[in-house]
């Protein structure tokens, strides 16, 4: 089969009897099949940037259907005035959620329908398939905070969605166990590393980053810039409701203790350092810091980073990405600045929102991922803010968070004051003004400059159309 016959699925993978497409390579497919126990996928991963499924998100964010669900959710606001019940009325559906990518495959795959209708087909988040495989097919399960990123499971009754499976045909017989954060998941087959190793935790990218960061308390912040920025902010044992896109998520449950986290996140962050190198504006990602700094603005340049759309708060899939104000004048330093600008704004209406929503005060700020060993980026972005915002010396945190879940699993730590104090701060970096940290107002010297940049951002949005 050719690989335009099978395009790449979702943030999971899926696998079952029958004829399949046996993925090798991301660019090549080649037919087969072969017994379910082989779990052999029937596609490629489609990352969470993927955008294959807009016009159907779109169609079912304008259908009658989700009308009718939004008036009723409406009335049922105005008699009880329970937020959840706003959320509830004012809801729209995201193409970075597995939902409408495991939909558009049930759509496009006859394979995979055969397969559900036949009972021999199995999802799963990248951390199912690492079980999967690591266990020989022995474990089809998942924890809470995997599951709860998924945009198909119910924060809030800590389950799968009956509700969301119905309304979209997704069949609930597909998907995995869902088990606490830190559990014996069972060990690695022996034949695969010489020895069977237990396997005492799975764990969400994200949530695992804020873990190994220590944000165990309510109001601990924590940002990972990567390929895109995830900002999460703890809101203890309760799911946050929003009503501007922060998504509440299940940062982890360890026995009886269930932590909640919201989060909001914009797409493209690594992902414009990347396409401004390979336009060799720079030639080593570690001169960018140096490029902004070399100049004293940006010239009026403004870059608006939505290669993949607009998150929170603006919520937009249709925004393109776009460079505003060029001038005869413009260097390369100059569109560098503009760019590591529109990194920290985005950080900014990210912060400015979890603020408003969640009404928590703030105790501390840790940011980690490739992007924060940025100094520029770093040093806006806490005066973006108007607070000390702390990065660790090593930015790879995600697995040193679930490495902390499974050696508190083992008994290796007893509590979690043992992990705070193997935390490790490389910089702080401090908001002008401010000698001896804490917070302050956040600097006024950029508001209009971050007006021209939000100015462009309104212009970028709503450009592709159907």
């Known amino acids: 089969m050719h690989y335009q016959d099978c395009p790449p699925v979702s943030r999971g993978w899926i696998r079952g009897d029958g004829p399949r497409c046996a993925v090798e390579r991301v660019y090549y497919c080649g037919p087969g099949s072969c017994a379910r126990r082989t779990g052999v996928p029937f596609h490629n991963f489609i990352s969470w940037q993927d955008q294959r499924s807009a016009d159907l998100v779109k169609s079912w964010n304008r259908s009658c259907t989700m009308k009718t669900i939004h008036g009723a959710m409406k009335a049922v606001y105005f008699v009880t005035r329970e937020k959840r019940s706003l959320a509830a009325s004012l809801i729209v559906f995201s193409t970075q959620h597995v939902t409408f990518r495991l939909v558009w495959v049930l759509t496009h795959c006859k394979q995979v329908c055969q397969a559900v209708a036949e009972g021999n087909c199995c999802f799963g988040t990248i951390d199912t398939w690492l079980l999967f495989k690591l266990t020989k097919g022995k474990v089809h399960a998942t924890d809470y905070s995997n599951a709860s990123a998924t945009g198909i499971f119910d924060s809030y009754q800590m389950c799968w969605s009956g509700f969301l499976c119905s309304l979209v045909s997704l069949p609930l017989s597909i998907f995995p166990k869902v088990e606490d954060t830190g559990h014996d998941f069972g060990s690695t087959d022996p034949s695969i590393f010489g020895v069977s190793i237990p396997i005492m935790s799975v764990m969400a990218d994200q949530q695992a ?5 220590c944000c ?219 000698p001896q940290g804490g917070a302050c107002s956040p600097s006024r010297e950029y508001i209009p400059v971050v007006q021209s940049w939000e100015k462009a951002l309104r212009r970028s949005m709503n450009w592709y159309k159907p």
Not at 209 to 213: I, K, L, P, S, T
């Open 209 to 213: 980053a804020m873990f190994g960061e």
């Open 216 to 434: 165990f308390d309510v109001g601990d912040v924590k940002i990972t810039m990567g390929t895109g920025t995830f900002m999460d902010i703890n809101t203890g044992s309760q799911p946050h409701t929003s009503v501007a896109g922060l998504y509440p998520l299940v940062g982890w449950k360890i026995g009886s203790e269930v932590v909640y986290l919201a989060e909001g996140n914009a797409a493209d962050t690594g992902t414009a350092i990347k396409w401004a190198q390979e336009l060799e504006l720079f030639s080593d990602v570690q001169e960018t810091s140096a490029m902004a700094y070399s100049v004293s603005d940006s010239d009026g340049v403004c870059f608006v980073p939505s290669f993949s759309g607009l998150q929170a708060p603006l919520n937009d899939p249709k925004a393109c990405a776009s460079l505003m104000g060029l001038k005869p004048s413009t260097n390369k330093s100059h569109l560098v600045r503009a760019i590591l600008e529109s990194i920290a704004f985005r950080n900014k209406q990210l912060y400015e929102t979890m603020l408003r929503e969640t009404d928590i005060p703030i105790t501390k700020i840790r940011v980690d991922g490739g992007v924060s060993a940025n100094d520029f980026v770093m040093q806006l972005t806490a005066d973006l803010f108007g607070r000390k915002v702390a990065r660790p010396q090593h930015l790879e945190m995600s697995c040193l968070g679930a490495a902390f879940v499974a050696g508190l699993g083992t008994g290796f730590w007893r509590t979690k004051e043992e992990l705070k104090k193997l935390q490790n701060t490389d910089e702080a970096f401090l908001p002008k003004g401010v």
